[in-house]
């Protein structure tokens, strides 16, 4: 493919996907060189690293590390500066138990790599910091002080991942301050 104005390293953001479990042998193997760039996230999530072309994303292969001049790491650091760079208008809208996140519709999941945004999440919270990527545009968050809180959470999630088109993960992850796990608590 030809690379264009925006095929360069300012129009890199970061992508969440969910990891298929491996449940056989593929039916295509891709060369190492032809798969995606992808980073282990938490759970089950996993990052990816595409070219922002306004109407499309485009993902990035291995092979075009070389062509940019970066390392995986400095892919991912380059993609988390673009990110915050987009000024994206995250907004809360408080539930009884449960926040929902909110940031134009195609960012959402990619907040998880915000820790300024769990920051001041956490503060709306009580106990543990609790939250839920059921799709790409949905991200869930409830304080785990009240067992009411954490069923709230899974019903929510359920809900979205029974009607999302592109379903991410059912899983709960706890933010420790400093970045997240998986949540292995009442709930989860």
């Known amino acids: 493919m030809e690379p264009s104005a925006r095929d360069t390293l300012d129009f890199v953001v970061p992508r969440i996907y969910v990891a298929l479990p491996n449940s056989g042998p593929a039916d295509v193997t891709l060369a190492h060189e032809n798969s995606p760039v992808e980073q282990s996230l ?18 990035l292969a291995n092979r075009d590390l070389p062509r940019l001049g970066v390392s995986v790491e400095e892919l991912h650091n380059r993609a988390v500066q ?13 539930g009884d138990r449960v926040i929902m996140l909110t940031a134009g519709g195609n960012y959402e999941a990619t907040l998880l790599l915000l820790s300024e945004v769990w920051e001041s999440v956490a503060a709306m919270t009580t106990g543990q910091l609790i939250v839920s990527v059921p799709a790409r545009d ?7 002080s009240a067992k009411e809180n954490l069923g709230e959470l899974r019903r929510v999630t359920s809900k979205a991942l029974e009607q ?11 933010w420790d301050g400093q970045g997240w796990q998986k949540y292995k608590g009442f709930g989860a």
């Open 42 to 59: 938490v759970a089950d999530l996993v990052i990816f690293y595409a070219f922002d072309f306004d109407t499309h994303y485009q993902i």
């Open 164 to 174: 999302a088109a592109k379903p991410l993960s059912r899983a709960f992850l706890q």
């Open 82 to 94: 673009n990110l915050r760079a987009l000024k994206l208008e995250v907004r809360a809208h408080s």
């Open 138 to 144: 949905l991200i869930f968050a409830t304080g785990d």
